[in-house]
């Protein structure tokens, strides 16, 4: 297999949610990353939206990279049909694993392990530790309450305006996606991307 012209780590729920719209976002964005001939990188599961976007991915012929601790194998259903899965000790190794892979971050809707891992590479970008850019998928305002409260913090002198400008954040899987991308080269140029009709 030729390599990926990209790298995307996403985060998302190990369960479907309640709105079909958040199976239909994890979708879109799996078959917008094969289509594009990159590479996702998840957290290994084969329930929820994790499954998902990775059975998305690789039937629109990407590569899929699934990086999951020993303790959640059997929890998580992994993902065994994945091109690489990497089997880890603790959630510090597949943290690690999976942003040393990654060109990008994407958040999905997801639970508290979604939110961690979004806040822990953000917490990571403004520190200087990478300087990989980073998405909010807000699909159906799912994460509008966040946002507010995260302006809440800037507004009460808890965070600058500067490091919310870290996180890209919109309502359509597509145009975030070709950012994000784009954006991998640091120069902002990114792999020529096809158009998705």
């Not at 998840?42 to 699934?66: E, H, K, P």
């Not at 899965?85 to 690690?96: G, N």
């Not at 400008?165 to 792999?191: C, H, I, K, Y």
Request: include cysteine.
């Amino acid at each position: 297999m030729s390599e990926p012209a990209f790298s995307l780590c996403v985060y998302c729920g190990s369960r479907p949610g309640n709105l079909d719209s958040y199976a239909d976002a994890a979708r879109a964005v799996g078959a917008w990353i094969g289509y594009q001939g990159g590479q996702l990188v998840y957290g290994g599961g084969s329930s929820g939206l994790m499954g998902l976007v990775a059975q998305a991915t690789a039937a629109a012929g990407g590569r899929v990279v699934g990086v999951i601790p020993q303790s959640l194998v059997d929890r998580e259903f992994a993902n065994h049909a994945c091109d690489e899965l990497h089997i880890v000790q603790t959630m510090h190794e597949r943290k690690a694993l999976m942003a040393e892979r990654s060109g990008a971050f994407l958040a999905l809707p997801g639970g508290i392990g979604t939110f961690e891992e979004l806040f822990e590479v953000w917490t990571w970008r403004q520190l200087g530790y990478h300087d990989k850019p980073i998405g909010l998928l807000n699909v159906d305002g799912y994460y509008d309450g966040l946002l507010a409260f995260l302006q809440s913090s800037v507004a009460h002198g808890f965070m600058g305006p500067w490091q919310m400008d870290l996180v890209d954040a919109d309502t359509q899987p597509t145009p975030l996606l070709e950012r994000l991308v784009r954006a991998t080269s640091g120069a902002g140029t990114g792999p020529a991307l096809r158009a998705v009709i």
